[in-house]
T-cell receptor
Framework: SQQGEEDPQALSIQEGENATMNCSYK?????LQWYRQNSGRGLVHLIL?????REKHSGRLRVTLDTSKKSSSLLITASRAADTASYFC???????????FGQGTRLTINP | DTEVTQTPKHLVMGMTNKKSLKCEQH?????MYWYKQKAKKPPELMFV???????INESVPSRFSPECPNSSLLNLHLHALQPEDSALYLC????????????FGPGTRLLVL
């Protein structure tokens, strides 16, 4: 069963604005990862945050993790048209061989 | 080289055909994965190979048959598929198969007629 749930399911914003998407999960995790998928293509890894970390940055991306609420958020600042994609969170339990993906957020950046 | 390659990019097959999907990585990763993804849905794990041994089969129908000839190659053999098997098939690899980052290929778009 899918462990991660994301909201919103779809988000449409103007170029230059910030985009925030959220992910919730149900059980204890080792880490949480965010991936981007451009239409009909493979997933690209964006960032991994471990269960003992609270915040992580990578360029225009900021990820937070709240293990007490079992939730994470991905913030993309100063959005660009090229950020238009689907974004998935994926959780990994300790020692697990597999990731469990959330339903994804479809982000559209309007020029 | 952080690339996972998949061939073919597109495949159309009839329900009586036999075909194979191929995946290759040269990152020295010891875990490889097959996922199936339907439109507007997240990837669904099908199989995991760890150190060339099948370690996870997510109750996938036997008409899908995975094979890992060596640590760099992963195949998915297809036989007697159904139209509902039409989807994007993604291959991924990771260092050891222990919840670390996965690197995905571009996928094979499969259409079953």
């Amino acid at each position: 069963s899918q462990q991660g749930e994301e909201d919103p399911q779809a988000l449409s914003i103007q170029e230059g604005e910030n985009a925030t998407m959220n992910c919730s999960y149900k059980t204890s995790i080792n880490n949480l990862q965010w991936y981007r998928q451009n239409s009909g293509r493979g997933l690209v890894h964006l960032i991994l945050i471990r269960s003992n970390e609270r915040e992580k940055h990578s360029g225009r991306l900021r990820v937070t993790l709240d293990t007490s609420k079992k939730s994470s958020s991905l913030l993309i600042t100063a959005s660009r048209a090229a950020d238009t994609a689907s974004y998935f969170c994926a959780t990994a339990a300790q020692g697990a061989q597999k990731l469990v993906f959330g339903q994804g957020t479809r982000l559209t950046i309007n020029p | 080289d952080t690339e996972v390659t998949q061939t073919p990019k597109h495949l159309v097959m009839g329900m009586t055909n036999k075909k194979s999907l191929k995946c290759e990585q040269h990152m020295g990763h010891r875990a490889m994965y097959w996922y199936k993804q339907k439109a507007k849905k997240p990837p669904e794990l099908m199989f995991v190979y760890s150190y060339e041994k099948l370690s996870i089969n997510e109750s996938v129908p036997s008409r899908f048959s995975p094979e890992c000839p060596n640590s760099s190659l992963l195949n998915l053999h297809l036989h007697a598929l159904q139209p509902e098997d039409s989807a994007l098939y993604l291959c991924a690899s990771s260092q050891q198969g222990k919840s670390e980052t996965q690197y995905f290929g571009p996928g094979t778009r499969l259409l079953v007629l």
